[in-house]
């Protein structure tokens, strides 16, 4: 009896360790969410808007309850970090941030990931863009530069931050498809080299975000001609939109840079409606609308159905206007 009475003993604490550990996923899957933290993935390397991004959001996210781990996952213009969520299991403890530049690989058929292992759930950021010149140059507004554009035939420069198949690229094709003009496209590696370079008198004009540009134009050294918007940019209420000068720039749908968070495929309703709960009133709230106007982006929270039709209606643009790019010059 002594020794069976010592089995016990020595049993009971492996019992209650795994009961310990029954009642967690229990809870978790009666939609106890969340019981611990959850691994934030930023598919992008550290110290970049997105990973900025995060960690604005970190603090405000821990508030709302959802405590996050962000981790950095670089590679593959953001596929590796989101192969990442995709392969996570389905329990919202590993969420991540996607964006244009993945449904832009996904529409061209480059990678393997497809938007059906995602579920999107809100819309954190959309980066506006506009086409600027110099401030020295000829061109006061969209109407002079589209005459100039045909003028030139086929030799006015655009350049942007990024390569063939991005969104500022994919712009600047339905720009001149829309002038019915032909032009030469300058990719940079990143905003600052475009500036230099429009400044400088080496291109004609470029497309950027308000982010990288405002510091010129308050200084009067750029001058932003037209935004790719449907509204007018609030830092920028004296930039008109292609549409008030009824110049069709989104003649496929929509084509917007935006970031957006993601889980895995087949999260549960519960799930899925606490971790979009907490993002949304993050977005919404005041300390992340400041951070917004800062730094010139938009931010709504868009969410459910919306969002994913949305994130359709883009990769079904990025699909119409790919190949139909014109001459293509790489810096």
């Not at 950027?208 to 007018?232: S, V, Y």
């Not at 931010?299 to 079904?316: C, H, M, N, R």
């Amino acid at each position: 009896m002594a020794i069976i009475h010592r089995r016990r003993i020595l049993a009971a604490p492996a019992i209650l360790a795994a009961s310990a550990v029954l009642g967690t996923r229990c809870a978790e899957a009666q939609g106890a969410y969340p019981s611990r933290d959850v691994v934030l993935i930023v598919p992008w390397a550290p110290g970049g808007g997105t990973d900025i991004l995060a960690r604005q959001m970190q603090p405000l996210l821990a508030k709302e309850g959802l405590r996050t781990v962000v981790e950095n996952a670089a590679g593959g213009s953001s596929v590796v970090g989101m192969q990442r969520v995709a392969n996570a299991r389905p329990d919202g403890y590993t969420l991540g941030l996607g964006s244009s530049s993945l449904l832009a690989l996904m529409a061209g058929g480059t990678i393997a990931l497809r938007n059906q292992q995602f579920d999107n759930l809100v819309r954190v950021a959309e980066d506006p863009f506009m086409l600027l010149v110099s401030a020295k140059s000829p061109w006061q507004d969209i109407g002079a530069y589209l005459a100039a554009m045909k003028e030139k035939g086929g030799a006015m420069s655009i350049g942007a931050a990024g390569t063939q198949g991005t969104v500022p690229h994919l712009l600047s094709v339905s720009l001149a498809k829309a002038a019915g003009a032909e032009y030469v496209y300058a990719g940079y590696p990143g905003g600052s080299a475009a500036i230099t370079d429009v400044l400088g008198g080496h291109i004609d004009s470029i497309i950027l975000k308000p982010n990288e540009t405002l510091p010129q134009i308050r200084d009067g050294a750029l001058r932003p001609l037209a935004a790719f918007t449907t509204q007018r940019i609030p830092q920028l209420p004296d930039v008109p939109t292609f549409a008030e000068r009824n110049i069709n720039v989104f003649p496929h749908g929509p084509l917007v840079q935006m970031t957006y968070l993601a889980g895995p495929a087949g999260l549960s309703a519960p799930v899925r409606e606490a971790a979009s709960r907490a993002c949304t009133a993050v977005v919404r709230s005041p300390e992340f609308q400041k951070f917004a106007n800062e730094n010139g982006f938009l931010a709504d929270g868009f969410s459910g159905q919306p969002l994913t039709s949305l994130i359709d209606e883009v990769q079904g643009a990025i699909r119409a206007v790919g190949g139909q790019f014109g001459t293509v010059r790489t810096r």
